[in-house]
């Protein structure tokens, strides 16, 4: 599966902006679609997932209530809806795939996009 990302860029503190990432490809196999964040000089973090169907989906504590998560299964896109981003939110965005059941561990996903950088200012 390949995953390529878009929909980054600088906003101000309480802005939004929308994450999207399409997918090309064996696409059967990328059951779990998730979002990660890495800031300069932290680790990579979960920020949120969704199943196939979209039925199910989790987040971090600390997005629960501003962000999204969506899947157009049709067009093999998933979306991030990103609401009242504060500064802590600023960092590269990647998008992830995998199979079976979902992880928070970006070590179990076997397909990734290239980054978005989000920046929230102040």
């Known amino acids: 599966v390949q995953l390529q990302a878009s929909g980054g ?18 696409t059967v196999t990328a059951n779990i679609r998730s979002w990660f964040r890495q800031a300069p000089g932290k680790d ?7 199943n196939r169907n979209g039925g199910d989906t989790s987040y971090r504590d600390s997005v629960k209530g501003r962000f999204t998560i969506s899947r ?3 067009n093999n896109t998933v979306y991030l809806q ?16 995998k199979s079976g059941s979902a992880s928070w561990s970006w070590k179990t ?6 980054g978005t950088l989000v920046t929230v200012s102040s």
Do not use: H
């Open 82 to 97: 990103m609401d009242s981003l504060n500064p802590e939110d600023t960092a590269k965005y990647y998008c992830a795939a």
């Open 109 to 114: 996903y076997y397909s990734w996009g290239q």
């Open 44 to 50: 990579r973090e979960f920020v949120a997932g969704i």
């Open 9 to 26: 860029g600088l906003v101000q503190a309480g802005d939004s902006l929308r994450l999207s990432c399409a997918a090309s490809g064996r």
């Open 72 to 74: 157009d299964t049709a």
